[in-house]
């Protein structure tokens, strides 16, 4: 149990071009999707924690206008990035809880984007 | 100074050595504590997590917290070449909270 899954799992893209990642909880209901990046080598940042039907909060220094989140139901968010740039070039990772008190987040595998 | 300090590693072992990860954290006001796996390219996996101080064990891992000291630890006991990942500490205020997670220590475990 506990499955989530992101798809796609990888894509390249112009520079300028917007790309949409999405997540979903596969066999629970996510009340709560947090969306993180991970330069190589280095931890997760989250970048924005979103609970469904509610905007996301975002993190500081992440810009809202850039990193769109949708949670539009309780087994789906998307994380669009607009107007990429090679900055954007990273691996993103989106987690799920189940419930708002719970502290436990299950991974999906993760979106690798290279923006060119 | 990070609110969550993890040595990267690389740490390289022999198989059926016994592993200690580590690490340390400032706010005192972390109360849940995870441990996650992540294979190169993969998101992480929740190995265990434990609620305030104490030990917990599940098969050849166990977790344990001191929240006296701000340490926590992973045990791995007769590692295996399977085992190598990195591994994330990740810590929580409470329910429904966002995790800080520390870099994350790169293990390898060697035949």
């Known amino acids: 149990g506990a499955v989530v899954s992101q798809h796609p799992s990888w894509v390249i893209c112009k520079s300028g071009t917007s790309v949409k990642i999405e997540c979903r909880s596969l066999d629970f209901q996510a009340t709560t999707m947090f969306w993180y990046r991970q330069f190589p080598k280095q931890s997760l940042m989250l970048m924005a924690t979103?609970?469904?039907?509610?905007?996301?909060?975002?993190e500081q220094g992440v810009e809202k206008d850039k990193f769109l989140i949708n949670h539009a139901s309780l087994t789906l968010s998307t994380l669009t990035v607009t107007s990429a740039h090679p900055e954007d070039s990273s691996f993103y990772i989106c987690?799920?809880?189940?419930?708002?008190?719970?502290?436990?987040?299950?991974f999906g595998p993760g979106t690798r984007l290279l923006v060119l | 100074q990070k609110e969550v300090e993890q040595d990267p590693g690389p740490l390289s072992v022999p198989e059926g050595a016994i592993v200690s990860l580590n690490c340390t954290y400032s706010n005192s006001a972390f109360q849940y504590f995870m441990w996650y796996r992540q294979y190169s390219r993969k998101g992480p996996e929740l190995l265990m997590y434990t609620y305030s101080s104490g030990n917990k064990e599940d098969g050849r891992f166990t977790a344990q917290v001191d929240k006296s000291s701000k340490y926590i630890s992973l045990f791995i006991r007769d590692s295996q070449p399977s085992d190598s990942a990195t591994y994330l500490c990740a810590m929580s205020e409470g329910g429904g909270n966002k995790l800080t997670f520390g870099t994350g220590t790169q293990l390898k475990v060697e035949l």
């Open positions: 979103s609970n469904e039907g509610s905007k996301a909060t975002y």
């Open positions: 987690s799920a809880s189940s419930q708002g008190a719970s502290v436990t987040q299950y």
